[in-house]
Structure formats: structure tokens, C-alpha cells
């Protein structure tokens, strides 16, 4: 690894989050976080339990923290199933939560309904980080869902699902500036060139959120 460039590893939040995989890619993912020691491994919340199985809290050396999305991908989902994902995924053994808030809300410019959402979660005393969908929205919904979501008691606000266009570097910078440093930042979404990882943590990003983590992590100590 060159002197000259961060090391990655402690930022990746590993991602997992294919329908169609099941236990043992599970198990391989989290042993991949643990061998190159990422910062996380991100899982639907139906994996949280069997995830926690293989990043024991106890043991030798730290273990990535466990991620559950909540309301995933959409969170065109109540807020009462929501809520009650959260704390499904919390019980289970989650140590943060990655969660959708409720569009359809902020597209009629309803803060209160997505404000009281994520406040409840937030109050599950888990870090939380907002899925922004950044791509997606105009200037003025996307400026009050980072107001809204720092309010209901974010610690981070993430760029996208990772399913959509991949994250840029304006973007990041754009929402550090939306930020002014009362949430952190963590970038998701289509983040498979190393180049493009570095520019992005340069930009601002203090998590990154991949399922190339590997690759990721190779390519730097290469």
C-alpha cells in the first residue's frame, strides 16, 4: 500500500445485500470483513441473526460492526412494519441500522410523518444512518430530507441503496456541505474502482458502502 494513500479497510461497510444469496455467502462475507478488517458488514434484516453468529462481539481483536437495512429498498412500507423491522434487527444483534425513510412523504412535503418515523427509530439508541437516494432528488427535497433526518437524530447520511446510478464525487461533496459536519457521510453505490473509492473518502466520505470490498482492499495493498 502506498504511503500516500489511506488505508481503506477501516471505512468499508461490506455489503450483502443480493435477495437471492443465503447463509453461506453470509458467513463468507463476514469473514472477509473480519480477515481485511472493514468497518462493517451490511445484511437484509432476516441475516442479522445468523451474521451475528459469525462477528462475535468477544474475541481476538475488534469485530466489524453488524448493519441491517431497515425498510429496504423502497421504505414504501408503514411505519409500524418499519419500526417493528428495527427492532427485529436490534434484538437480533445489530449494531446499526441503514434505513429507507418514507419518500412518498417528502414528495408532498410532509416532514412530520418522516421526522416521527426515524426519530423512533433513532431512539432504539442504535446509530442510524439515512438512506438519501441522492440521485433521485431535487435540490429542495434532498436539502430538507438531510435537515429532517439530523433532527429525528441521524449519525449518517448515505447516499443511496446501491441500486441505482453510481455515486459521484459532487455528490459526496454536495451533501458534506448540506451536512456542515452534524452528520457524517457514507457513499454507496456502484463503488468498484479504487480510484473512484479514494476520491470519494477525498470528497468527504467516511464510510463506504460496497459489495467489492474485497476487490477494493486487494487493489490498494497491490
Do not use: Y
Not at 500516500?4 to 453461506?24: E, K, V, W, Y
Not at 454536495?174 to 456542515?180: D, F, Q, S
Not at 456502484?190 to 470528497?203: F, K, M, Q, T, Y
Amino acid at each position: 500500500m502506498s504511503a500516500d494513500r489511506p488505508d481503506l479497510s477501516p471505512l468499508i461497510d461490506h455489503a450483502l445485500l443480493d435477495p437471492h444469496q443465503g447463509s453461506t455467502a453470509i458467513r463468507q462475507c463476514c469473514e472477509e470483513a473480519r480477515h481485511f478488517g472493514f468497518a462493517g458488514v451490511c445484511v437484509a434484516s432476516r441475516w442479522v441473526d445468523s451474521a451475528r453468529e459469525h462477528l462475535p462481539r468477544e474475541g481476538k481483536g475488534p469485530s466489524p460492526s453488524l448493519i441491517a437495512v431497515v425498510g429496504f429498498p423502497f421504505g414504501a412500507v408503514p411505519p409500524a412494519v418499519k419500526q417493528a423491522e428495527a427492532e427485529a434487527a436490534a434484538a437480533a444483534g445489530a449494531d446499526e441500522l441503514d434505513v429507507v425513510p418514507d419518500f412518498g412523504s417528502l414528495a408532498d412535503r410532509r416532514s412530520t410523518p418522516i421526522h416521527d418515523e426515524l426519530a423512533a427509530i433513532c431512539e432504539l439508541g442504535l446509530p442510524v444512518k439515512v438512506i438519501l437516494e441522492v440521485g433521485r432528488l431535487d435540490p429542495e427535497a434532498l436539502a430538507l430530507l438531510v435537515e429532517i433526518s439530523i433532527d429525528a437524530g441521524a449519525r449518517f447520511l448515505k447516499t443511496g441503496s446501491g441500486f441505482g446510478p453510481a455515486v459521484t464525487v459532487e455528490q459526496v461533496q454536495h451533501l458534506r456541505e448540506l451536512a456542515r459536519g452534524r452528520a457524517a457521510i457514507k457513499a454507496s453505490g456502484g463503488i468498484a474502482d479504487l480510484n473512484h473509492a479514494l476520491a470519494l473518502v477525498e470528497a468527504g466520505a467516511t464510510r463506504l458502502g460496497t459489495s467489492r470490498g474485497v476487490a477494493l482492499a486487494q487493489a490498494l495493498r497491490s
